[in-house]
């Protein structure tokens, strides 16, 4: 099993949509100081690590920011993550059961979604499309 596809909206420095393909094996990801190669290590970090409990590491600067001359300094309404998985054996089939497509039981995708709202506790509203967490 290998992370085969990312798409960040809306995350940290990713303003449009953005896919990303990863290869099977190793994948190098360069670039020039403040492209993103952190924002996309992180973004895998985030939709991988949520608790039991639903905590996450969201802050607000994970927000994507408006800089200089694109008019106002507001952040994102929300961003979003999606993680796909492909070359699923049977047995990572089982542990991924909520998460595999119909139309082709070696791939899942994992959606997450992130409101730019706190609620009473002071964390970030959350939606986890495989995981159906509000």
């Known amino acids: 099993m290998y992370i085969?596809?990312?798409i960040i909206?809306?995350?940290r420095c990713f303003n449009e949509k953005?896919?990303?393909p990863l290869n099977k094996g190793l994948t190098v990801i360069i670039g020039e100081n403040g492209s993103g190669k952190s924002a996309i290590v992180d973004a895998i970090r985030l939709i991988l690590n949520d608790d039991e409990f639903?905590?996450?590491m969201v802050s607000g600067g994970d927000f994507r920011h408006s800089f200089?001359?694109?008019?106002?300094n507001e952040s994102s309404a929300s961003f979003?993550?999606?993680i796909e998985f492909s070359g699923m054996r049977s047995?990572?089939?089982v542990a991924?059961?909520?998460w595999l497509k119909t139309e082709d039981l070696s791939t899942a995708t994992l959606h997450l979604k992130v409101q730019n709202k706190t609620t009473q506790n002071k964390h970030y509203k959350k939606r986890d499309m495989g995981r159906k967490f509000i």
Do not use: V
């Open 80 to 82: 979003q993550i999606d």
């Open 91 to 93: 047995i990572e089939q």
């Open 18 to 20: 953005t896919e990303i």
């Open 4 to 6: 085969s596809k990312l």
């Open 68 to 72: 200089g001359n694109e008019g106002n």
């Open 9 to 11: 909206d809306g995350f």
């Open 54 to 56: 639903g905590r996450s």
């Open 96 to 98: 991924y059961l909520p």
